[in-house]
């Protein structure tokens, strides 16, 4: 006969969105095909990520391109650069 062990974990109760920041993760976006000179906004654990493409590649940002240097948003997501590390797998961004 098998027991049970006794589960002693402090794990929450009830989840709650945007409570944990789950970082080095990939998080599938947008499709590659949606991305292009234009820009697509979409948000990530409450913070703005602006996908954009242009001669050098793709690029995500927390503000739209061309936004001067002095105006860009640095926050602690991408580590105070602006810029977020972005990998293109399987058709999505």
Do not use: N
Not at 40 to 47: K, P, S, Y
Request: net charge positive; glycine share 10%; with cysteine.
């Amino acid at each position: 006969m098998t027991v049970a062990a006794e589960v002693t974990s402090s794990a929450p109760k009830a989840f709650r969105p945007g409570a944990f920041a789950l970082r080095d993760a990939w998080f599938p976006l947008v499709h590659s095909v949606r991305v292009g000179k234009r820009p697509v906004r979409r948000i990530v654990h409450g913070q703005p990520v602006v996908f954009w493409c242009d001669h050098d590649g793709l690029h995500a940002t927390e503000d739209l391109p061309g936004t001067p240097a002095r105006a860009r948003r640095a926050s602690e997501f991408t580590g105070g650069s602006g810029s977020c590390p972005i990998v293109e797998r399987y058709g999505y961004v």
